[in-house]
């Protein structure tokens, strides 16, 4: 068995669902089965026969027995309600309630139901007027604005709260239990104060859109400023960056130049070390020939001198012994006495002068001879100075003859 269609019960309260003709109640007789939403209530005898009682229950009837199926599914109620608001606006209110009968054994102790269709639409038209008088209390105590903008706050629950009072109260409730309370619609009836709502409406609506775009203009240009800012920010970090950077490239070359330098200086430095080395050593090699130079002048020098003193010696030795020899002896006899006595006199002068001298080996051009070479030139010299001292007196005679 399905549920029909819409029952309407008056001008503000329909009922959406409802059961239809029932014709199992309609037996005299015979076996009666209860669906699932359904539940069995079975008297025999005048007395309650819970083993026969329940949801979706199945009893045999007798003729004298009763039955009733009280539905325990979902109903809904759509209702409407006048009222002017607090500020005499009339306004009208359309709302729906969903409920279900929770305690079927105490419902049919209230309602009667053997005919169970107008059991039904009696509990729906309870319900609706309660809607409707709960919320005409609760309209006449709010403004317009607030019944328009507080339709699901303050209306539908604190509907759904008083009538939850009256059909569920554990003592003196119906065994009803109001699902949901929804207010749908709220209409205001005078068409001039809705038009005029409508241009409120509107023109604040127009503000706020300029005021949104107003703050939106007002974002833009902040958030413009702040890209500003946050570029030259961006701008002001590139540029010290690159200034560092080319600080620190400065600074690199400026080490680097340095250690050019640095190495320059090392390579100068040690060129002139070297120039000054070969200089230093040119000019030791210099000193070096002038000392052996002056050491053989003064060595020549001493040899001249002694020469020239032991040539003195034996010219006063000669003459000596020519004045001796003279008044005694012929030429012949003193050129013997001299090479006999005076040569090797005049040989260990020498020799004995040579012992403490150095001789320098100059080599030349093959025409200054040796150290050797000069000393006989030297005694060369001197025997020549001798034998001219002593041949002049022995002309002397020749001649004065």
């Known amino acids: 068995m399905s549920e029909s269609a819409n029952v309407k019960l008056s001008t503000d309260v329909e009922v959406t669902s409802s059961s239809p003709d029932d014709r199992r109640l309609s037996k005299r007789w015979g076996s009666i089965t209860a669906y699932p939403h359904e539940y069995l209530i079975h008297f025999r005898r005048g007395q309650f026969s819970p083993k026969t009682s329940g949801q979706g229950a199945s009893c045999f009837k007798w003729p004298r027995d009763t039955v009733f199926v009280v539905p325990t599914s979902l109903k809904e109620i759509i209702f409407q309600a006048n009222q002017l608001s607090s500020d005499n606006v009339d306004v009208r209110i359309r709302g729906m309630a969903i409920y279900r009968i929770s305690e079927p054994l105490k419902i049919y102790t209230m309602l009667n139901f053997s005919n169970r269709q ?161 200089n230093n050593f040119r000019l030791d090699q210099s000193l070096e020939r002038e000392r052996r130079n002056m050491t053989l002048e003064a060595d020549k020098s001493r040899g001249r001198l002694e020469a020239e003193r032991l040539a003195h010696q034996i010219e006063l030795e000669a003459m000596q012994q020519r004045v001796a020899v003279e008044n005694t002896a012929t030429p012949l006899s003193m050129e013997r006495s001299f090479i006999e006595s005076a040569l090797p006199a005049i040989a260990e002068a020498i020799a004995k002068n040579m012992s403490h001298s150095r001789i320098n080996i100059i080599q030349g051009d093959g025409n200054s001879g040796t150290p050797f070479r000069y000393i006989l030139n030297e005694i060369l010299t001197i025997f020549q100075e001798r034998i001219a001292s002593l041949e002049k007196p022995l002309e002397k005679p020749d001649g004065s003859d």
């Open 118 to 278: 107008r059991a039904e639409e009696k509990l729906a038209r309870m319900i609706g007027d309660l809607c409707r008088s709960t919320a005409k209390w609760l309209v006449a105590n709010m403004g317009v604005e607030e019944c328009l903008r507080k339709r699901k706050e303050d209306i539908a629950e604190a509907l759904r709260n008083e009538i939850t009072l009256v059909v569920s109260d554990p003592e003196k409730g119906w065994g009803v239990e109001i699902v949901t309370v929804d207010i749908q619609d709220v209409y205001i009836q005078d068409k001039d104060i809705f038009e005029a709502m409508q241009r409120l409406f509107k023109v604040s609506k127009l503000r706020e859109s300029e005021l949104s775009q107003l703050e939106m203009k007002k974002d833009l240009e902040v958030r413009r400023l702040q890209q500003s800012l946050e570029l030259a920010e961006h701008r002001k970090n590139s540029e010290l960056e690159n200034a560092r950077i080319e600080a620190e490239v400065a600074r690199e070359k400026l080490r680097l130049a340095q250690e050019n330098d640095e190495k320059q200086f090392a390579r100068d430095r040690y060129r002139v070390e070297q120039e000054e080395g070969t």
